[in-house]
């Protein structure tokens, strides 16, 4: 059986004219499923996955916490499990980031996922580098100050609680291992848009300094990188006529060789591809559009044009982008803290009232315990958590869940916490309504964001392809 | 020439987004008339009054006419961003829907060619 794989030979160049890629995860605990219609119908040579977000990083530092052989994406295995079997007949080689804070120790997971399928003459490749958690020192005495990229502030203030730092990579290192023949490539904190600027990279020709261009993969990579987010999940218009988001399609772009490009959906997948609901993800995590900073490019997503063209495919093209930033991203992750949370359910009638007398008393008896919390959040579910002081109380709701979160320097207070209420249930105000039990104690995780030269982390990025059988 | 208030919910589309303890809040219009009303009606003093005690820090407004939407950065806007977090919602996720919530003062030809109050069926 042959398969077409989108990369259509010119006669004049090396290079393809166009390239057909997908996404298969927008987030660590994604299913796998989307990512499989996409490598059996979605026509494409190149998979990308993006596991990772700041929160995913902390996430991350905790596993690696219990277990130094962790921190990568735990559900990586299974991912190739499913997927290899699929993708290695049809020649579409994966990109996933879902390396984490150990791509090593990812990489040595996939091989034994390899060598159970029979697959010893797979290519493994592995991005390191990014990983600054031990150098911060170094970093700072080579005139790095580390300093916060939102606030200013000094790292001292957090210093000795670091526990992760990573810089955020650009394409490059992935373009190399797609040289090297990597058939897998396995990343830490590379750029969630650079997974799928490589593979643009490496079948188009593109230079590093092709400034418009790189731009244009970085608005692709960027309308992928969330998976349904632009194919109609989380869409905020009419939702409720998009079809099969139980199983949506994930994005599937074919890129021509000057960056345009038709951004659509595996055929038979749920979801939606339209100028609606491609829009709402142009603009998702974006700070100022005329300056979306990538390491490899600056681009101007106010030059993004997009269009219908057809049923679920969304042209995407016009993108204009400047010279790359002199520095890198980088963030750090720190300790701050113990969360303890309470949560009381209250029914109709006088909900509100009963949670809002609850909460009093909950105060009197953390002020009486010798508990010392350093922050408190006091929600009513149901009436102001989402919305705030923006929404009017409603009148006499059905229920309302109480929720009381406060941090603590230390772990044993924040456990201790939800158990001074728990005699509430008893003694508080009558009709509770589904109460939940006291959680565990939340280690809390403050990220700092930061900039470091990009001289001081690229010139210590190690790539390497390996088979199978060699390691 | 009438003008009449609608409640963003009605005419826009929106979506929010983290990024360490800042927040952004796009909100989309359905057509250039109606964008031209967000540019007047929309202002980051606003927004951030509407917002109340969920933002620490100032907000910025950027336009973004080629997809006729103003994005809103929140400074301080996380409570101290997702992995620190106290709230029940860490990621702002429902921050689209909080702006959502804003009325605008629009005339009757800023409403020309909008749909407006669409529903799911009940």
Redesign the interface.
């Known amino acids: 059986m042959q398969f077409d794989t989108g990369v259509k030979p010119s006669p004049c160049s090396p290079f393809v004219r166009s390239i057909r890629i997908g996404a298969g995860q927008g987030f660590y605990g994604d299913s796998v499923d989307a990512a499989l219609d996409v490598a059996r119908s979605g026509d494409v040579s190149y998979i990308c996955f993006d596991a990772l977000a700041?929160?995913t990083m902390?996430?991350l530092q905790k596993d690696r916490f219990r277990d130094p052989a962790a921190g990568y994406a735990r559900d990586l295995p299974a991912f190739m499990s499913a997927l290899l079997p699929i993708c290695r007949p049809r020649g579409i080689r994966l990109i996933t980031n879902a390396g984490g804070i150990n791509p090593a120790g990812a990489a040595a997971a996939v091989r034994e996922v390899a060598r159970r399928l029979g697959m010893d003459d797979l290519r493994i490749g592995v991005v390191l580098g990014d990983d600054i958690t031990s150098r911060v020192g170094e970093l700072q005495a080579s005139g790095a100050a580390l300093s916060n990229?939102?606030t200013g502030a000094s790292l001292d203030e957090v210093r000795d609680r670091i526990v992760f730092g990573v810089a955020y990579l650009g394409c490059a290192p992935v373009v190399r291992a797609l040289e090297m023949g990597a058939d897998v490539v396995i990343t830490g904190r590379v750029a969630d848009a650079s997974l799928f600027v490589a593979p643009m990279v490496h079948e188009l020709g593109w230079g590093m300094e092709d400034w418009d261009r790189l731009a244009a993969g970085v608005v692709l990579g960027h309308l992928m990188e969330c998976s349904a987010q632009s194919t109609g999940g989380?869409?905020?218009?009419?939702?409720?006529n998009v079809p099969d988001l139980d199983r949506p399609g994930y994005p599937v772009c074919e890129v021509r060789q000057d960056g345009s490009a038709l951004l659509t959906k595996p055929a038979g997948t749920g979801g939606r591809v339209s100028f609606?609901t491609v829009?709402?993800?142009?603009?998702?995590?974006?700070?100022?559009?005329?300056a979306y900073l990538n390491p490899d490019v600056v681009a101007d997503?106010?030059?993004?044009?997009?269009r219908d063209a057809g049923q679920d495919v969304v042209e995407v093209s016009g993108v204009r982008g400047r010279p790359r930033p002199d520095d890198l991203k980088a963030?750090l992750?720190y300790l701050?803290?113990y969360?303890g949370?309470i949560a009381i359910g209250y029914s109709w009638p006088d909900a509100v009232q009963k949670a809002q007398r609850t909460a009093e008393l909950v105060e009197r008896m953390v002020a009486r315990s010798g508990l010392k919390p350093l922050?408190?959040?006091t929600?009513m579910?149901g009436v102001d958590?989402?919305?705030?002081?923006?929404?009017p109380i409603p009148d006499d709701p059905n229920e309302v869940v109480l929720?009381i979160?406060?941090?603590f320097a230390t772990e044993a207070e924040a456990k201790r916490f939800p158990r001074i209420a728990t005699p509430l249930g008893l003694n508080g105000p009558p009709f509770i309504g589904g109460g939940v039990a006291p959680q565990g104690a939340r280690a809390?995780?403050?990220?700092w964001?930061s900039l470091l030269p990009r001289q001081l982390v690229e010139p210590g990025v190690e790539v390497s392809v390996d088979e199978v059988a060699a390691v | 020439m009438s003008t009449r208030r609608v409640q963003l919910r009605d005419v826009a589309?929106?979506?929010s987004?983290?990024?360490?303890?800042?927040a952004?809040v796009?909100v989309?219009a359905p057509t250039g008339a109606m964008y031209a009303a967000f540019l007047r009606e929309l202002t980051a003093q606003r927004v951030r009054a509407?917002?109340?005690?969920?933002v620490h820090g100032e907000v910025?407004r950027?336009?973004?006419?080629?997809?006729r939407?103003l994005?809103f950065?929140l400074?301080?806007a996380l409570?101290?961003?997702?992995?620190?977090s106290?709230?029940?919602?860490?990621?702002g996720?429902?921050y689209?829907?909080?702006i959502?919530?804003m009325e605008i003062e629009v005339d009757d030809a800023e409403l020309d060619g909008v749909e407006v109050g669409?529903r799911?069926?009940r």
């Open positions: 700041e929160l902390a996430i990229l939102d989380n869409f905020s218009g009419d939702w409720w609606d829009k709402e993800q142009l603009l998702y995590e974006v700070l100022d559009p005329r997503f106010t030059s993004v044009q997009l963030i992750g701050d803290g969360a949370t922050d408190v959040v929600e579910i958590s989402t919305h705030g002081s923006a929404a929720r979160s406060a941090r809390l995780l403050g990220v964001p | 589309q929106a979506r987004g983290d990024k360490g303890d800042l952004n796009a989309f509407h917002f109340g005690r969920f910025d950027y336009e973004v006419p080629n997809v939407a994005n950065v400074h301080q409570d101290g961003g997702a992995a620190r106290l709230r029940s919602d860490p990621l996720k429902s689209g829907s909080l959502l919530r669409r799911p069926p």
